[in-house]
Structures are given as structure tokens and as C-alpha cells.
């Protein structure tokens, strides 16, 4: 089987999205991207970035087995199903109607929403409601 080089499209990416993100916004998106690719943080940075998961709506994280087998439980924590694994890639999808995921995905908007609007109590109010 003829297999076709991957193209990394990274720093594009980066490149592109900075120039339409707050500088905050494209350091944790990249820091997410690094983390699933086996990027190693402290303990306290990592547990922020897999907390910061809701605030994107991830629901497919792809990650070599070596770096899924590290997150696995984290990720599970967070609403995320390990639902296959091929050729040393392991696939998490975020588990549909789960309340404890829904709840941390709120807090973690309205956390995001505090440092975006002075006005987070009425923001809050609005997500509460569309989330029910």
C-alpha cells in the first residue's frame, strides 16, 4: 500500500488564526494542539488546558497512543469516549448528553465570558438558558 506523506499545517494555521484571535485565545489553542500531540506541561498547566476544552466544543481529539494513554482518564473525566484506535492513533469523541461535561462546559464559558464582558452576570444568564 502506496501511504501519502502528511503535510503539517501547523504554522499556517497559527499564522492565519493570529492575526483573527486575541494573542490569549491562539496561545491556549495552540497549547491544546501541543498537549494531544504529547507535548509534556506541569501538572497545574495541563489540568487548565484540558478544563479550557469546552470553551472550543472539541468533540474529536485525535492523539498518538502514547499521549492518549497519558490523557485517557483525563479526557474521560472531561466527557470524551475512547472510541477506536487505528494505526497508533487514538480517537476521543466528546460523549453526547452528558451532564458533568455540560456543567464543566458552562463553567468554563463563563469563565472565558468573565474575561471577555464586564457584564458576565447577564452573558451567564443567556448561556444558562440556552444550555437548558
Avoid: C
Avoid at 502528511?6 to 498537549?35: C, F, K, Q
Amino acid at each position: 500500500m502506496h501511504r501519502v506523506p502528511l503535510v503539517s499545517v501547523r504554522d499556517i494555521y497559527d499564522e492565519e488564526m493570529g492575526t483573527h484571535l486575541t494573542p490569549e485565545d491562539a496561545r491556549l489553542r495552540r497549547e491544546l494542539r501541543e498537549l494531544v500531540s504529547g507535548r509534556g506541561f506541569p501538572p497545574k498547566e495541563r489540568e487548565a488546558l484540558l478544563n479550557a476544552l469546552p470553551t472550543y466544543s472539541v468533540g474529536l481529539i485525535i492523539a498518538t497512543e502514547s499521549t492518549a494513554d497519558q490523557l485517557g482518564q483525563a479526557l474521560l473525566e472531561r466527557g470524551y469516549s475512547r472510541i477506536r484506535e487505528i494505526d497508533g492513533y487514538a480517537f476521543f469523541r466528546q460523549i453526547p448528553g452528558n451532564i458533568s461535561f455540560s456543567i464543566q462546559k458552562h463553567t468554563a464559558m463563563k469563565t472565558y465570558m468573565r474575561r471577555l464582558s464586564p457584564n458576565v452576570e447577564k452573558v451567564s444568564w443567556r448561556f444558562q438558558s440556552a444550555m437548558s
